[in-house]
């Protein structure tokens, strides 16, 4: 396998120097990059860079895009397409510690960074030695990654929610769908929002598409709180310690989003318009077995007073029993609940209806019928889609495998008149008593 190759212009060395680090370097012809900075990005200093690694290699490209954010944006993609992970990086000590940081942004842990570092400190090369860089290493990367992110067109059309007409309007929800944002390895396009260390979608990317979201739902700058799933049936009350993991979380409080993931298990929505409490659950098939839809109802009731028959329940897209297969012995857990959970108990490996298996434990707990849209229900619009049958709207671990993106059920309280005018941080005297 080739290797990647860094040679980083912008922080300190000049091109004859780096060309003798890499001289040094193993030697497999490798993909070699440079990253330009200021003069360097000049035609005749471009050109004048590339010849000493011309010598040494057979392909050279070169990163010169308007800023380093930029240019790294590209590297990265270059480097998905190939394939690869593993890059071996020239640079400084002011170099390392400004790509360091963007190494953060732009890339996950399915990435190495080797940092072959070379000081300027008593070189003889006058332009090592008198590098002009004053700026602080890697100041302001955060915001000039964010800033190029936003610039980018968004892939696969537009931001597309889908929401429920059974959740009343005096909440903010919605499904989100894979189109619209700025994901670009195929499994995670488009509009991924998880980033994953074991996946090559990276933190910056999927702020960016949260960010795009947001806007489209109406719900920016309200923090999205993302449930911290352990695929159990434990539920965190907001207000209360956060645990480390958690698959429900309910709340009674306005101005903050509560959502759960989704990419075949169900993200799960709960609304109490007469209590003004929300909540939301994260139910695969083990936390469907473990009970966590009606955990999180539990918690609506025991720590806000809601009184069950007043909740609305609605179920997101997820797999369907089409595509969702489990074991024989995993497959009978799911009979006890209902035999119609598991349409064909006798195959090598049962098809198992997680959806149903829902409403059903629901409905045991008091959820009225009416009161759950899910794909059982016909007259009103669907939002309870078959993830792996539609992989034009929706990701799928079943159907792409490990490397899966994610999309999101979202609910928020929206604010009365009286609130959004009061000033932050101002209380009403009547709440909390």
């Known amino acids: 396998m080739r290797r990647i190759v860094l040679v980083d212009l912008a922080h300190g060395c000049c091109p004859a120097c780096a060309a003798a680090a890499l001289r040094e370097e193993p030697a497999a012809d490798p993909h070699v990059f440079l990253l330009c900075g200021g003069r360097h990005r000049e035609e005749g200093e471009r050109n004048a860079s590339v010849e000493p690694f011309l010598r040494l290699c057979g392909s050279v490209r070169v990163l010169d895009s308007g800023s380093t954010a930029e240019s790294l944006y ?13 890059v071996r990086v020239l640079t400084t000590l002011r170099g390392r510690e400004a790509l360091a940081r963007y190494q953060q942004q ?50 696969t059309g537009d ?26 390895v195929p499994t995670l396009s488009s509009l991924n929002l998880f980033s994953s260390s074991r996946r090559r979608d990276p933190r910056a990317t999927v702020m960016e598409n949260r960010r795009r979201l947001a806007l489209h739902a109406g719900f920016h700058p309200k923090p999205l709180h993302l449930v911290k799933v352990n695929h159990g049936s434990d539920v965190w009350v907001m207000g209360k310690a956060e645990p480390e993991s958690y698959d429900g979380m309910v709340t009674d409080q306005t101005g903050v989003v509560l959502a759960a993931p989704g990419a075949d298990c169900m993200p799960i929505l709960f609304a109490d318009p007469v209590s003004k409490v929300i909540g939301a659950a994260h139910a695969g098939w083990r936390g469907t077995l473990m009970g966590v839809a009606m955990a999180t109802v539990e918690a609506m009731v025991t720590e806000f007073g809601c009184k069950v028959s007043d909740i609305m329940v609605a179920v997101g897209p997820s797999v369907g029993a089409c595509c969702f297969t489990r074991e024989r012995g995993e497959a009978r857990d799911f009979i006890s609940i209902h035999p119609d959970c598991v349409p064909d108990p006798e195959s090598a490996r049962p098809h198992v209806n997680i959806r149903l298996a829902n409403r059903i434990l629901l409905q ?27 992989p034009e709207l929706f990701f799928s671990h079943v159907r792409d495998g490990p490397n899966f993106g994610t999309q999101v059920g979202f609910l928020w309280i929206k604010e009365t008149v009286e609130q959004a005018r009061r000033p932050a941080g101002e209380t009403n005297p009547q709440e909390g008593r």
């Open 74 to 86: 590209r590297f990265k993609q270059t480097v998905d397409q190939l394939g690869l992970s593993s």
């Open 106 to 155: 732009l890339f996950t842990d399915v990435y190495t960074f080797d940092y072959k570092v070379r000081s300027v400190d008593g070189l003889t090369c006058p332009s090592c030695a008198g590098s002009s860089h004053t700026d602080s290493p890697g100041a302001g990367v955060q915001e000039a990654v964010s800033v190029f992110l936003q610039q980018l067109p968004a892939l």
């Open 364 to 390: 045991k707990g008091g959820i009225l019928p009416e009161h759950i849209h899910d794909d059982t229900v016909t007259e009103r619009p669907c939002v309870t889609p078959c993830t792996s049958c539609h």
């Open 159 to 184: 931001v597309t929610v889908l929401r429920s007409t059974l959740i009343p309007d005096c909440f903010g929800h919605g499904f989100s769908t894979r189109t619209g944002g700025v994901s670009y």
